[in-house]
Structures are given as structure tokens and as C-alpha cells.
């Protein structure tokens, strides 16, 4: 259902800007890449892998080629027909392990249903596992050991959370609903790390809305358009929505689509303290991440200390 534009009035929550977190901190980096080629003679490289052409993978992939660029990192994208055969994909993997121009490997998800994903993901050295999804990346996170890669999302909503939040994140009530291994499970470790009291809610959850309600910050990452409504936010929760979902946007003409989260928006942004809105939240905070990893990654091949952006 549309709904028309909040105006101040109607919402007392604050605007968590991602896209401008995100320039700032893209910013530092950039400036970061520059000392390092200056000082050490190096440039962070990223290769990122696709197979197959699916149209949403083929924006996300030239997107992170392009602020790979901007910052001044060495950007090379391996573009492999959708039969490509898994032990085709491992070579190219383990030749990138090889390479020392290339700090980051990213295989972009999904792959095609006869590839293991797991497998691929294990092939890739935990050191340029810059979607910090290796086994051994996820061990690091999960014991608290320095040098994990965070994935890249989370960490994103952690930067936001800790803008958004005021005073301290230990003691806090945290939702987390989604339990993927890409943005739900590291997200709840990330705020268990933090000191605060995590809950993971899924598709199993009895009384979603009540477990929501209890949060001072929700963190959504389910793929439902707006499923999760105004009359669950506790008044203030700090709301950091991940999801995105296309659906029909008939007041911009025939066929056409808009872009929603998890959260209807309208609603929560008249409850809670401060959210993020979609477009323009976490999105552009992933891509940064993805290129602070990458950063992490060429000054640890240096043994130079790695920049917090926190
Ligand atoms: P996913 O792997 O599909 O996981 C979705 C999670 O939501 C699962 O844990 C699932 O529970 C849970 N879920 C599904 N239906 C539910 C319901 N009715 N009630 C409660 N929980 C429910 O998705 P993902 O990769 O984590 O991504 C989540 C969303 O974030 C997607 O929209 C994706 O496009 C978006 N995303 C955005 C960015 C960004 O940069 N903006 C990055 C990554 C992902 P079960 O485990 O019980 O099935």
C-alpha cells in the first residue's frame, strides 16, 4: 500500500543517513589507500567473481567495481558463464589466493544451483575472505579473536547503530530477526560482543511481535516487504532495516516498482527514537565495508596496522 511522505510532524523518529555515514567513511578510506601506496607501495586489489548474469548480481558487481575504482584500489572482475564447472570456479579461486596484487576475493551469491557454495567459500584464503564468510573468519567473530572479516552488512549496521544509539550499546535489549549467515547470525554476535542481550528471531518465532516489541534496537533482515509494523517498535528502538523488496508502484505508472524494507517505514518512524530508511540505510553502508575489509586486508599483507572506521 503507498503511503504519502511523513512530514516532521508525523515522525519523532531521527533519519539515519547510511548514504552519507557511508561517503564518510569511504572518504577516510580513500585517504588511507593513499598513505598506503605512498609509504608501503601498495594498492588494495579486489577481485570480485560472477557466474552467470543474473540482472541483480550484475548491478551489486559493477557497483563495487566502481567504489573499488573511486577509491583507488586495483579492481578486476572475473565474469564466468552460468555452467561453469565448480573445479573451473576453484582454480580461479585459488589462482586470486595466489595473486599479491589481490587483497579481497568476493564470489557474489547466489551462485547457480550445481555449485557448492560452501565449498567455494572454503577455497577462498580466510585473509582474503573479504565477505568474512570462511569457517575460520566466522570461528574469529564468534571467540571475539582479533583480525576476523566481519561481513560486510552487519558491520555496516553496527557502525549505524553506534551513531544512532545514545550513550551506551552494553545492557541494551537488541532484536535480531533473521538468522542468515550473512547478515542475521554475525549481526547477533556482533551486538553479543558489545555486551548487549540478543535475541535472534526467525520464521519459527512464536509471538514475533511481542519479541520486536521488547527491543531498544531491532535489527530486520527477513526479505518481506514492511512485514514488520508500526505497533511493534517499543517508542525510541533504534530500527536498522536490511531488507529490500520491490514492490508495485502504481502511483509511479504502469509496471512500475519501488524499493521497501522489512519495516513499514511510515509507521515505525512515528514510534521509534531513529531509522534507517530504504534506499539509502544500510545499502551504501555494505559496499563501504566491503571496501574497509579490502583496506584491512592490504595493510595486514603489509603488517601495517589496520584503520578502525568504527
Ligand atoms: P535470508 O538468507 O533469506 O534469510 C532471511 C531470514 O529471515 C531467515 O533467517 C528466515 O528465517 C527469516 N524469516 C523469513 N520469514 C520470516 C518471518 N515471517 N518471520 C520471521 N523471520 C522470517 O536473507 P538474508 O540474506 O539474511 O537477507 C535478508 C534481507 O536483507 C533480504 O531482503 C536481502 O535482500 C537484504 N539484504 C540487504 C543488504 C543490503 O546491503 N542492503 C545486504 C544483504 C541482504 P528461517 O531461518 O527460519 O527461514
Not at 158 to 170: H, K, N
Not at 232 to 250: F, K, L, M, N
Request: contains cysteine; aromatic residues 2%; hydrophobic residues 50%.
Amino acid at each position: 500500500m503507498a503511503r504519502a511522505p511523513l512530514s516532521s510532524a508525523e515522525m519523532s523518529a531521527a533519519l539515519i543517513d547510511g548514504r552519507a555515514i557511508a561517503a564518510e567513511i569511504t572518504g577516510k578510506i580513500a585517504v588511507e589507500t593513499r598513505r598506503l601506496k605512498a609509504e608501503a607501495g601498495i594498492v588494495p586489489g579486489l577481485a570480485v567473481v560472477l557466474v552467470g548474469s543474473d540482472p541483480a548480481s550484475e548491478v551489486y558487481v559493477s557497483a563495487k567495481g566502481r567504489k573499488a575504482e573511486e577509491l583507488g584500489f586495483k579492481s578486476v572482475q572475473h565474469t564466468l558463464a552460468a555452467d561453469t564447472a565448480e573445479g573451473a570456479l576453484l582454480a580461479l579461486v585459488q589462482s586470486l589466493n595466489r595473486d599479491p596484487l589481490i587483497h579481497g576475493i568476493l564470489v557474489q551469491f547466489p551462485l547457480p544451483a550445481h555449485l557448492d557454495k560452501a565449498r567455494v567459500v572454503e577455497a577462498i584464503l580466510p585473509e582474503k575472505d573479504v565477505d568474512g564468510l570462511h569457517p575460520i573468519n566466522v570461528g574469529r567473530l564468534a571467540s571475539g579473536i582479533a583480525g576476523a572479516h566481519v561481513p560486510c552488512t552487519p558491520a555496516g549496521c553496527l557502525i549505524l547503530i553506534r551513531r544512532a544509539v545514545r550513550g551506551e550499546l552494553s545492557g541494551r535489549n537488541a532484536v535480531v530477526v533473521g538468522r542468515s549467515n550473512l547478515v542475521g547470525k554475525p549481526m547477533a554476535q556482533l551486538l553479543l560482543n558489545e555486551n548487549c542481550t540478543v535475541t535472534i528471531a526467525h520464521s519459527r518465532t512464536k509471538d514475533l511481535a511481542g519479541t520486536v516489541r521488547a527491543a531498544e534496537i531491532v535489527v530486520a533482515a527477513v526479505g518481506r516487504a514492511e512485514m514488520i509494523r508500526g505497533d511493534w517498535i517499543r517508542p525510541g528502538a533504534v530500527v536498522i532495516d536490511v531488507g529490500t523488496s520491490r514492490i508495485p508502484a502504481p502511483e509511479k505508472g504502469p509496471g512500475k516498482t519501488r524499493l521497501v524494507g522489512d519495516v513499514a517505514f511510515a509507521e515505525a518512524a512515528a514510534v521509534a527514537g531513529a531509522i534507517t530508511p530504504v534506499p539509502g540505510g544500510v545499502g551504501p553502508m555494505t559496499i563501504a565495508m566491503l571496501m574497509a575489509n579490502t583496506l584491512a586486508a592490504a595493510c595486514r599483507s603489509a603488517g601495517r596496522p589496520v584503520p578502525s572506521f568504527a
